[in-house]
């Protein structure tokens, strides 16, 4: 007690209590979690799909634009039998019966590239000096788009089917009135893989050596990069 008979008032020395953070719970974190997984998964899906479409899409492009090629030659076959009353012949041959010219080089006045056939010599063969100057400068309709070639290639990807009973018998020529299955059976044109073929040799799929398994890994024949597999021509149609 105090001198004047009162009781003192005690301060507290205890602090003042203040309230305490118990941050997120844990179900919180959890279902936060949770909608993180959802949204990356979702980008990853929307990637992946639109990807796809891309790709699809240029191959698509890719594909359209093979096709653009292979009607052209298709109408260039047809031009060459509208001016000579026959197709080409598989190669022109010399005196001894030897392959010298193909049909790639006797069309080229039919699909824009008159300017390539004046300057080839049909005097020499395809691999002749003069004609060597041209080698590298293959027509981009001799070539698919969707095939891999290296740069400066002069690799060829549409080639005949030659051999007896074919409408390329070799250095002969054939008329419309010689096919006898119908020119909705008769094949004009194939697209082959990894062709070893220069555009101005005369050589292509030979029936008596070819595989007749489509895209053939082992042996040569029809064959291409296209998903919905290898074109092919028909005298009167193109397929794919």
């Not at 029936?207 to 398994?213: G, I, K, L, P, R």
């Amino acid at each position: 007690m105090s001198e004047s008979g009162t009781t003192p008032i005690l301060q507290s020395c205890e602090h003042p209590m203040t309230e305490v953070s118990q941050g997120p719970s844990m179900g919180s974190r959890w279902r936060r979690g949770v909608g993180c997984a959802i949204v990356i998964v979702v980008v990853v899906i929307t990637g992946t799909w639109f990807v796809g479409k891309v790709r699809d899409a240029r191959e698509a492009a890719r594909s359209l634009q093979c096709m653009s090629r292979l009607n052209q030659m298709h109408l260039a076959f047809h031009l060459y039998y509208d001016t000579y009353g026959c197709f080409p012949p598989a190669y022109v041959a010399d005196a001894d019966g030897n392959p010298m010219h193909s049909w790639r080089v006797l069309i080229l006045p039919f699909i824009d590239s008159a300017h390539l056939y004046e300057k080839y010599r049909f005097d020499e063969p395809w691999n002749g000096p003069n004609n060597q100057q041209l080698a590298n400068r293959i027509d981009p309709w001799f070539r698919c788009v969707n095939n891999d070639h290296e740069r400066g290639s002069s690799l060829t990807d549409y080639v005949v089917v030659m051999g007896e009973d074919t409408l390329f018998p070799g250095a002969s020529s054939v008329t419309l009135d010689d096919i006898t299955d119908g020119p909705e059976n008769t094949i004009l044109l194939v697209e082959i893989a990894d062709s070893d073929i220069h555009w101005m040799e005369p050589r292509d799929l030979d029936v008596d050596t070819m595989s007749f398994t489509v895209n053939d890994p082992l042996r040569p024949s029809i064959s291409g990069p296209h998903p919905n597999g290898p074109a092919v021509v028909f005298v009167d149609r193109l397929t794919a």
